[in-house]
């Protein structure tokens, strides 16, 4: 998420950088070659012109301005700057700093007219041609391509060595070969324009850090462009404003934070580090939940896949999206993980844990979990299809596993293989960790793919959790028996209403509605 500091203008009109040195330039105006050589010095101190436009050129200026009022080392006599012209109202940061600095600003492609002896370049933004000094073509001229100089201190450390042995460091220098030069991407109005479904917060901060004080960063509102003038990212303290909870957070969506002035605008989310993959989320409910209730779905399901469950329960209040987890299968054993991971600094508050494993083994696949990755998808999908029933079924038996192969089938290979991976390399739950976490084991009594062996470690591992047993349901119990699902769901979650940890929203079911509700959850459950 970004913050909006600023935004101005209705369209923006952005023209191409206007290249000013398409013929020779010369500091200070002149271009020839005459007796003014023999005023060019050859050892320190240098009359430095300094060229540059970003906060990247801003530290090098920094850099420079601190050895020019360095009386011991007297490296640098004068040191003036040029710059370029900014549609920013507050002008560019090298801009900036030369004015509190008080050092002598010029804007491309005035550079002044004074003496130079060294021309440095960083950042800069601008096509040029050797640069020279009034003293003619035998001045000295280098650029941070030369120098060596990049970001910050230890960088400008370079800048400041090289300068107090100039000469000998252009005699040793060496030209760049011609092969595999590569050039980046030329800056246009198009490469402003936020969009904010496939961007990051960190990834428009960037893009704003980088050419937004020359061609600022432009969006859509209400069918008008706008510049963007001033971004920042929000910190913690915003988030956590009450105020904005319930607030929708479809990317480009917009919410004025009160408090501090501030627009925010929603970015793409990444829960990894490669945003190229595609993470597929229903947040269904009243946003004023704070302990939603999340479902991880098995290794062939998708997030639609407890549309039943997302469907029924928030009709009743409650929002369906980390805190209150059902895990089927893998999923199952992911939310014990996760409850592990976090046991010193809790996320979770509760487990609803359906046809779930806690330990990897019980596949006896352990040996073959690292190869998955090379075994093509219809053989992952074999292995998958291997576990769902085969016998003769009832009606909703067979819609929901028709249901769960078409799901399988809309995942790739590598998909496939991360889940079978996750399924079957060895791991196992350290349940002493989540021992607090309040625990609803839901399993079937018919055929699922797994055994008796397994359901009754889980009952050991967990000895304080409630049992939810279903009479049938097979491997798919949230499809085909969704109702006696969603019911024990809400058994479950009973605990915790009237507390901060509710999945339920009381200012949307009244209390006679939550009292119909605990007497139609009449299901059998076994407490332990």
């Known amino acids: 998420m970004l913050l909006v500091r600023r935004c101005w203008g209705r369209r923006l009109a952005v023209e191409r950088p206007r290249c000013s040195c398409q013929t020779q330039a010369g500091l200070g105006g002149s271009s020839g070659g005459d007796s003014r050589g023999s005023r060019v010095r050859k050892k320190p101190p240098w009359r430095v012109l300094f060229l540059g436009t970003d906060h ?63 021309g440095v ?29 990049a970001i ?14 100039l000469p000998e460091s252009l005699n040793n220098g060496r030209p760049q070969p011609a092969e595999g030069v590569t050039y980046a991407p030329k ?29 600022p960063l432009q969006t859509l509102w209400l069918e008008n462009t706008v510049k963007l003038l001033d971004l920042v990212e929000v910190n913690n303290s915003i988030l956590t404003d009450p105020k904005l909870t319930g607030q929708t957070v479809a990317p480009g969506s917009v919410v004025y934070h009160r408090q501090s002035q501030m627009l925010l605008v929603h970015c793409k989310i990444i829960v990894d580090d490669d945003d190229s993959k595609i993470w597929s989320l229903y947040d269904a409910g ?13 290794v062939s399901g998708t997030a639609d896949v407890f549309f039943q469950q997302v469907l029924a329960l928030t009709g009743w209040g409650y929002r369906v999206i980390a805190v209150h987890l059902f895990g089927a299968s893998l999923g199952g054993f992911l939310a014990q993980k996760f409850a592990e991971y976090t046991h010193k600094s809790p996320r979770v508050h509760s487990l609803i844990l359906c046809n779930a494993f806690s330990d990897t083994s019980i596949f006896n696949q352990t040996w073959t979990a690292n ?54 390399q060895n791991s196992y ?25 397994a359901k009754e470690e889980m009952y050991k591992l967990y000895p304080n959790a409630r049992r939810a047993h279903l009479k049938t349901g097979g491997n798919f119990p949230y499809l085909c028996r969704s109702a006696e699902v969603n019911l024990y769901v809400q058994i479950h979650l009973l605990q915790f209403h009237g507390t901060k940890y509710a999945a339920i929203d009381p200012s949307v079911v009244s209390a006679e509605e939550l009292e119909v509700q605990k007497s139609r959850l009449g299901l059998s459950q076994e407490e332990p």
């Open 56 to 118: 990247f050129a801003r530290e090098t200026l920094r850099a420079l301005h601190a050895a020019r009022d360095d009386e011991e080392e007297k490296l640098i006599e004068s040191l003036e700057v040029v710059t370029v012209p900014s549609p920013s109202p507050k002008g560019l940061p090298v801009k900036q700093y030369a004015i509190q600095s008080r050092l002598p600003v010029y804007e491309w492609p005035d550079v002044g007219s004074g003496e130079y002896d060294v």
């Open 121 to 149: 370049v960083a950042s800069f933004g601008r096509l040029l041609s050797q640069l020279q000094t009034n003293a003619g073509r035998s001045s000295v001229s280098v650029s941070t391509e030369q120098l060596g100089v």
């Open 152 to 165: 910050h201190e230890h960088r400008s450390l370079q800048l400041i060595s090289v300068l107090k042995s």
């Open 187 to 215: 800056v246009s109005a198009g490469t402003s324009c936020v969009k904010w479904e496939e961007q990051t917060s960190e990834q428009v901060l960037r893009l704003h850090l980088a050419i937004g004080d020359i061609v």
């Open 286 to 298: 009243p946003r004023s939940i704070r302990c939603p209730l999340i479902f991880l779905p098995p």
């Open 371 to 424: 190869s998955f990755w090379l075994m093509p998808a219809f053989m992952l999908k074999k292995i998958v299809l291997g576990n769902f029933s085969s016998g003769p079924v009832d009606p909703m038996m067979a819609d929901a596993i028709d249901f769960m192969v078409d799901r399988l089938e809309s995942l790739g290979q590598s998909e496939l293989a991360s889940r079978l991976t996750l399924n079957c």
């Open 429 to 453: 739950v350290e349940p002493h960790k989540i021992r607090d976490i309040p625990v609803t084991i839901m399993d079937v009594f018919d055929q699922s793919a797994l055994s008796t062996e």
